[in-house]
């Protein structure tokens, strides 16, 4: 079975400061990895995934998520926190040729003055 | 732009009713989704469609069952609404292969009295 771990249900960062958001991963087979981001009262935006290609993945507004298999994380990171990060954050991974997704609790991103 | 569409926002209905949640999606996608999102548990899957008429069981089924008649076109039912199924239903869609994104719609908030 796979499963997907955040930890930190709620992280709170000041402006300008670096933004890290811990995700670990369980999985008998190479995960396809992905990180979401959802702003109070919508749906769910893809931010950046990971699909084998670089362990280093680059997604929108300069986030970013680094790929370590020996750690079996997926950290999600950002170098200066703006007030209009703060959102609901969500790891999630699928394996093979399936595109369900499993999720983790999800981690809440307070950025303050 | 991708687009997926539910159909309320916002949903009351008592105990014992029947409740349809209807999501449409215009990408053409084959897989259709319907998760629950609850504070602190995630996002959990009630079902998965991978073609028109077909479905499988998500984690959490019991007290749901869904539709799929057209391919752009996914049902959520809830047979007799009970009020631990107060929450928020989100619909997603994707192509089907691991490693996609998966799109999803803005999310129906129910609540059952």
């Known amino acids: 079975a796979q499963s997907v771990t955040q930890l930190g249900s709620h992280v709170s960062v000041s402006e300008g400061a670096l933004v890290l958001l811990r995700c670990n991963y369980s999985s008998s087979v190479p995960p396809y990895l992905f990180w979401y981001v959802q702003y109070p009262n919508q749906g769910l935006q893809l931010l950046l995934k990971?699909?084998?290609?670089?362990?280093l993945v680059k997604g929108i507004n300069v986030f970013e998520a680094e790929f370590k298999k020996s750690e079996t994380s997926f950290h999600l990171t950002k170098p200066s926190a703006h007030m209009s990060d703060a959102a609901e954050y969500f790891c999630?991974?699928?394996?093979?040729?399936?595109?369900?997704?499993?999720f983790g609790t999800g981690t809440r991103l307070q950025v303050t003055l | 732009d991708v687009k997926v569409t539910q159909s309320s926002r916002y949903l009351v209905k008592r105990t014992g009713e029947k409740v349809f949640l209807e999501c449409v999606q215009d990408m053409d996608h084959e897989n259709m989704f319907w998760y629950r999102q609850d504070p602190g548990l995630g996002l959990r899957l009630i079902y998965f469609?991978?073609?028109?008429?077909?479905?499988e069981k998500g984690d959490i089924p019991e007290g749901y069952s869904v539709s799929r008649e057209k391919k752009e076109r996914f049902s959520l039912i809830l047979e007799s609404a009970s009020t631990n199924q107060t929450s928020m239903y989100l619909c997603?869609?994707?192509?089907?292969?691991?490693?996609?994104?998966?799109?999803f719609g803005p999310g129906t908030r129910l609540t059952v009295l």
């Open positions: 997603a869609s994707s192509l089907p292969s691991g490693g996609v994104p998966v799109f």
């Open positions: 469609s991978y073609d028109v008429k077909m479905k």
């Open positions: 999630a991974l699928n394996t093979g040729t399936a595109s369900k997704l499993t």
């Open positions: 990971y699909t084998s290609a670089a362990t």
